[in-house]
């Protein structure tokens, strides 16, 4: 597991949202889809704010591979299901976004059960499929 550099990771986390892809078994990208993220202790998360079954997050999970872009920028992901800072997570989700309906379907299930961690991939697995 790769991980982020203090630039990308104060970019990402002024970043208000970002658009993230899995990888398909080739190892081809599948579509971009903009989805909110939070950063929690050196860490990039993201949920899917309609559960288990959203297309980006099924794509996602096949292969726990993909890419994010943010502000310019792409990178090569591994995508890991990460419960260790829920609790850590829904604040980070609710100091960034507020408390609105989004936020609030973000911190409640089925999009809580969806936590994943997005680290970079490292060089020997960027591109394998």
């Known amino acids: 597991m790769g991980r982020w550099n203090a630039r990308e990771l104060a970019g ?35 949920r899917s704010v309609n559960g288990p079954e959203a297309a980006w997050y099924t794509g996602a999970r096949r292969q726990m591979r993909g890419a994010i872009r943010w502000r310019g920028q792409q990178r090569d992901v591994t995508f890991t299901e990460d419960d260790s800072h829920d609790d850590e997570v829904d604040e980070a989700y609710r100091n960034k976004y507020g408390n609105g309906a989004p936020a609030q379907a973000l911190n409640s299930m089925p999009a809580r059960g969806t936590t994943l961690r997005v680290d970079p991939a490292s060089q020997a697995q960027a591109g394998t499929g």
Request: charged share 25%; hydrophobic share 45%; no cysteine.
């Open 12 to 46: 990402l986390d002024a970043s208000s949202e970002i658009q993230v892809a899995g990888s398909r078994k080739d190892g081809s990208l599948r579509s971009f889809r903009i989805i909110w993220h939070v950063t929690v202790d050196g860490a990039l998360y993201v």
